[in-house]
């Protein structure tokens, strides 16, 4: 059984910064990716950002210079840090944990910038 389980999502003002986490856990003995999604409201939900195995990252455009995606392999752990967040980074961000045969999503965390 794989769990995926993201936190760290809140309300923050425009300009401010959060850092959300996601740790996954079970049998796992091989990770090829793990990367952060978001859903606004009525909308699809869009990549944010991914990390492989070899540290290679993507980035959407609209995060590029604001968002800086890590990770902690010995505890199976990605971070997302957001900075200069904007009114439309408001979303649930959902954790994605991409094995060799099969891939899984977290619950989602919600994020609201507002002021």
């Known amino acids: 059984q794989v769990q995926v389980v993201e936190s760290g999502g809140g309300l923050v003002q425009p300009g401010g910064s959060l850092r959300l986490s996601c740790t996954a856990s079970?049998?796992?003995?091989?990770?090829?990716?793990m990367g952060w999604y978001r859903q606004a409201p009525g909308k699809q939900r869009d990549l944010v950002a991914t990390?492989?195995?070899?540290?290679?990252?993507n980035y959407a455009d609209s995060v590029k210079g604001r968002f800086t995606i890590s990770r902690d392999n010995a505890k199976k752990t990605v971070y997302l840090q957001m900075n200069g967040l904007k009114l439309e980074d408001t979303g649930v961000y959902y954790c994605?944990?991409?094995?060799?045969?099969?891939?899984?999503w977290g619950q989602g965390t919600q994020v609201t910038v507002s002021s």
């Open positions: 994605r944990l991409g094995l060799p045969t099969s891939n899984y």
């Open positions: 990390i492989t195995s070899n540290d290679s990252t």
């Open positions: 079970g049998s796992i003995f091989s990770i090829r990716y």
